[in-house]
């Protein structure tokens, strides 16, 4: 947990890069540049330069200093149409890791509001995603099959589609009459994909222009996640509250004292006066950058990066010289050899836009020390804690989007009351979408701008659909604790019976004691283990209150 544990330290730095492995003749100039950052003692990593900002960048400053900005939201609305706008349907979004996806079937996901069915195509060996509806009666083929031509049959009719969408066979259709199944109308939509950093992105546009985007725009790369060296684990979780939440609660490290005190371990404070239990403290966090592509932000040492749409990540650095880091076409990442090699982690966060009121995260922490943590302990161990640290504000963040929405995005500056540089990047965030990006996700118009229901608060707080269920090492350790509790039962039933069903000079009162106490142990602990499967794989309500 030490790496989760970490994002409580000097948030979020990490070297990215947007090209491919690609052969340069084909790849153009990316819109991501990256050079060597010498403005911190952790210069090893890289900072991500875009366009330039067109207004004059701010920070939130001390209590006596107001944080209004010298430009007012009211006045940035009014001259949007002189900046450039943020293009919600020309980017790059993640799914999910390629390590949760099962390539025997295809699996339903919803991101940006639209339904994709995404499925192995063995024949092409590529992950394919389409629109999650059959063209002949709109069933969702994320409830078909792969068929053992290794086709996407519906499992309604029985209509087959390859991984390009074209309709390859229609039951319904006489053998000897017109091929009905190559009209255009009995194609399903697939949409661009490609594979980076082991997690299967897509292109929300179906036009045949963007078929081969990925050779001139591919999404962020993270060199790190595709280092040998470096530790790499995926977690993936559905969230009841929405996109715009996320990213704030993950750009606000002055919350994690106190929505996760008792959960996560907050290192030692450098002041010399405590101002609480908890250890909140004054932080110093600078916005450096702020334009259509990019945010950037100092934290001390630290280096905060947020790549619109769903990037966020962070660098921390500690012990050994600092070397020299420099970026090249490909992505790759040379460094200057050092006598001790110095130790990385980062902390990556790539947060997923659903539909209104829920989102989804991807976060991986990689790092380039105690890497055996991960190649002993089973991965389904790290995600009990990663998922208590998000169940702990999910309800305060719930509730917050509720109020945050009667306020309206474009007075949200002037409802809430920000006086510290604790929230300089979150203000960032919210000048970036009110001035480039329409003040919210862009839906097309699919809903109306009402959030959902308040469900009840165990259902609110879920584990086994938002998480357990699409998690492939999860879900394999539930089903076996489950296993292993009808095995208890039953055992602890069976030993009873047979000290029942000895004769009372079979057994001595030894060997009578002691099968006793193998029935009762074995009973114990089938019900401490139905505790701890409920817990952790269903429901943990962590009450603020009793930490």
Not at 166 to 171: A, G, Q, S, T, V
Not at 199 to 228: A, C, G, Q, R, V
Not at 498 to 526: E, H, W
Request: neutral net charge; contains cysteine; proline residues 7%.
């Amino acid at each position: 947990m030490q790496a989760i544990k970490a994002s409580s330290f000097s948030p979020f730095q990490l070297n990215l890069n947007s090209t491919s492995s690609f052969p340069k003749t084909i790849y153009e100039k990316p819109n991501l540049y990256i050079y060597p950052n010498n403005e911190s003692p952790i210069s090893c990593f890289p900072l991500i330069h875009t366009q330039n900002a067109k207004f004059k960048l701010f920070t939130a400053v001390s209590p006596s200093v107001s944080t209004e900005s010298e430009t007012p939201f009211d006045e940035e609305t009014e001259n949007e149409n002189q900046e450039e706008k943020f293009d919600w349907y020309a980017q790059w979004y993640p799914i999910m890791p390629i390590c949760d996806l099962d390539k025997r079937r295809p699996h339903g996901k919803k991101v940006m509001g639209i339904d994709l069915v995404v499925w192995w195509d063995r024949n092409e060996k590529e992950w394919k995603v389409m629109d999650d509806s059959c063209p002949h009666r709109y069933a969702p083929l994320s409830e078909g099959r792969i068929d053992q031509w290794g086709r996407l049959q519906c499992v309604y009719h029985g209509w087959c589609f390859s991984g390009s969408g074209d309709c390859k066979f229609i039951p319904q259709a006489p053998r000897d009459g017109p091929p009905v199944h190559t009209s255009k109308r009995a194609c399903a939509t697939a949409y661009p994909s490609c594979v980076q950093n082991d997690i299967l992105w897509f292109w929300p546009n179906s036009d045949p222009l963007y078929k081969d985007i990925h050779l001139t725009k591919m999404p962020p790369y993270i060199p790190e996640l595709d280092d040998s060296s470096f530790s790499k684990s995926f977690i993936v979780r559905d969230i009841s509250y929405g996109y715009e939440l996320l990213i704030e609660n993950l750009m606000d490290p002055a919350h994690v004292q106190y929505s996760h005190y008792g959960i996560m371990n907050v290192p030692n404070c450098l002041c010399t006066v405590k101002a609480d239990r908890e250890g909140g403290r004054p932080l110093d966090i600078t916005v450096t950058k702020l334009d259509v592509n990019v945010i950037t932000a100092n934290q001390g040492p630290g280096r905060n990066t947020f790549v619109p749409p769903c990037m966020y990540y962070s660098c921390f650095a500690f012990g050994g010289p600092q070397g020299k880091t420099s970026a090249v076409s490909s992505g790759a990442v040379q460094e200057n050899p050092s006598v001790e090699k110095q130790k990385k982690a980062l902390l990556v966060f790539i947060c997923i836009p659903v539909s209104p009121g829920h989102s989804r995260i991807i976060f991986s922490s990689p790092r380039n020390f105690a890497t055996w943590a991960e190649r002993i302990i089973p991965r389904w161990i790290f995600h009990l804690g990663q998922n208590l640290i998000l169940d702990s504000d999910l309800y305060l963040l719930h509730v917050e989007e509720r109020k945050l929405k009667e306020i309206g995005s474009y007075n949200w500056h002037k409802a809430c009351y920000m006086p510290t540089k604790a929230d300089a990047i979150v203000v960032a965030f919210r000048r970036w979408l009110n001035k480039y990006a329409g003040g919210q996700v862009d839906w097309h118009g699919k809903y109306n701008g009402d959030l959902p229901p308040t469900p009840p608060r165990e259902q609110l707080l879920d584990r086994y659909w938002t998480h357990t269920v699409n998690c492939t090492s999860c879900n394999l350790a539930y089903k076996g604790l489950n296993a292993l509790e009808v095995i208890l039962q039953i055992a602890s039933i069976g030993v009873i019976g047979i000290v029942a069903a000895a004769k009372q000079g079979t057994l001595s009162v030894v060997a009578r004691y002691s099968l006793v106490s193998v029935a009762l142990l074995c009973f114990m602990g089938s019900r401490w283990l139905s505790h701890f499967i409920y817990k952790n794989f269903h429901f943990h309500d962590y009450d603020h209150a009793f930490r």
